[in-house]
């Protein structure tokens, strides 16, 4: 079983930051494209920055320009760094790691940490 596991959400002010982690294990992270995604209640699910095994990274339109993807091949461990955060950041911001192959497409998701800024 794979177990994506996120940490540090939490409730933030209105321009606060928060800096959250996944930690993954070190065959998925080393072999996966590793990414952020956020839901808000009665939302569709979105992407909100990725990277590759290989460094490179993808930002989505959201967050604009406010978050900073990175990650720590060292720790197995993927950050999201929040800055400038708006009460619209309020999510389950979930960690994703996926990978397709030949014969299989992954995709495994962490159990999310909620992101509450407060207006």
């Known amino acids: 079983q794979v177990q994506l596991v996120e940490s540090g959400g939490g409730l933030v002010q209105t321009g606060g930051s928060l800096r959250l982690a996944c930690a993954a294990p070190?065959?998925?992270?080393?072999?996966?494209?590793m990414g952020w995604y956020r839901q808000a209640p009665g939302k569709q699910r979105e992407r909100v920055a990725s990277?590759?095994?290989?460094?490179?990274?993808n930002y989505a339109d959201t967050g604009k320009g406010r978050f900073t993807i990175s990650r720590d091949n060292t720790k197995h461990t993927m950050f999201l760094q929040m800055n400038t955060l708006k009460p619209e950041d309020t999510a389950v911001y979930y960690c994703?790691?996926?990978?397709?192959?030949?014969?299989?497409?992954?995709?495994?998701w962490g159990q999310g940490t909620q992101v509450i800024v407060s207006s």
């Open positions: 994703n790691a996926r990978r397709i192959t030949w014969v299989k497409n992954y995709n495994y």
């Open positions: 070190g065959s998925i992270f080393s072999t996966h494209v």
């Open positions: 990277v590759g095994s290989d460094g490179s990274i």
